[in-house]
């Protein structure tokens, strides 16, 4: 990325910005955490973000009324909706999944069934169970629609959205039509899933229909790949991800039932304030997932806060701790600091020096004043002065795909 010229005044200016809150309630980081931090952003940033449309979505478009023909999805819609799972099943160290032939071509028989009789958005179609076979779909290919779209995530929207957001609905379940039971998610970050397949197609409604089939006979005898799965996940989680609207939280056993429905406390460990889940539900019944359990609820009136941590007391269940971050580092104004870095700030913050506050800031802290300070630009004009923070970073390679690399090595002045 190239930088917009700036005067040495203007850069000045936006470094002596206070584009970060200094909030002296916040958790400390370890330089692991901070690192961990960094790698999920790189990734994040490095998905495929590409928004898709009828018109840039197949590789063979397919034909939706006489001689029906199911079309194929590029294959680039495919690895990025693959790439998107098992990055968001890395935040819960569950292992990656891949596709095959087969299964991407019988998601993609069942989102073309479904464009192909505009099916109701607004009620369920696991199953097709209130719609009828047209005369040009085959019996044949009827019947596998019904099984894989009983079998499969489905999602439905009309918004131009990338491969990935269609991921992203599935593990916030968000738009889930039978309330808070999260079944998307579960299935998502299922212990014992190993393969899915991918299939969208676009009806004359607008309607994108999309098709990720989870649910395979092998994976059901299998062994699970960790006993428990938290949403927040155990120690780091992306703040976007846990809040908004009709966003639940829940807890998926892999081995254990549970049949109560036990209460929950969130405590923020920052401000030692202490807020009760609300609408607990036990869904352990629907073996969404494959998992023996499954139990949400809503984080009520608890502050969501990126770079805090919190305390999650499933009584009688499970309990433990997450820190939050922000997943997309070009927005990110929050500081992960270690308890080094919050002393030392805390020891200078007196010393309104820049290159004193430059010595004591966290590296993340450092890159979001450059981000923010260079965002959508082209080019610069470099002072003179060889400490400036641009000559630090261009001069000696530290630039590189909007990001820095992690060792951010600071003279001391």
Known sequence: MLLRKFSITAIVALLFVPLVSQDAQAATFTTQEINEIHNFQKEYASLDKTNYSASNIYAVKPHLSKKFKAGRLRSKYINTQVDYINYYRSLFGLSPVTTSGSSNSDAQKTAAVMAAINANPFINQHGLPSEKRPSFISKATWKLAKETSESSNLNFNVSRQ???????????????????DTGHRAWLLSTRLTTTGIGAAYGNNGYRYSVQKVLNANDMFRASSQPVVTYPSVRLFPS???????????IYLSNRVVRTTPTITIRDLDTDIVT????????????YGNFKTIITYSPGKTVIRSGHEY??????????RF?????????????????EEQQANQTNQTNTSLDRQTEVQSPILLQNKILNAAIDAKTVSLPTNSNNLFDQLTKKGKWKQNFFVKTIRLQKH
């Open 276 to 287: 009760n889940g609300t609408h607990v539900r036990n869904y352990s019944s629907g073996g």
């Open 240 to 250: 976007e991800l846990a809040q908004g609207k009709n966003i639940v939280w829940s």
């Open 311 to 320: 305390e999650i007391n499933i009584n009688g269940v499970y309990k433990y």
């Open 323 to 339: 820190k939050l971050f922000k997943q997309d580092a070009t927005n990110d104004t929050t500081i992960y600091a270690t308890q």
């Open 162 to 180: 990338s491969a990935g957001e269609v991921i992203t609905d599935l593990v916030t379940d968000h738009y889930n039509l039978s309330g808070t």
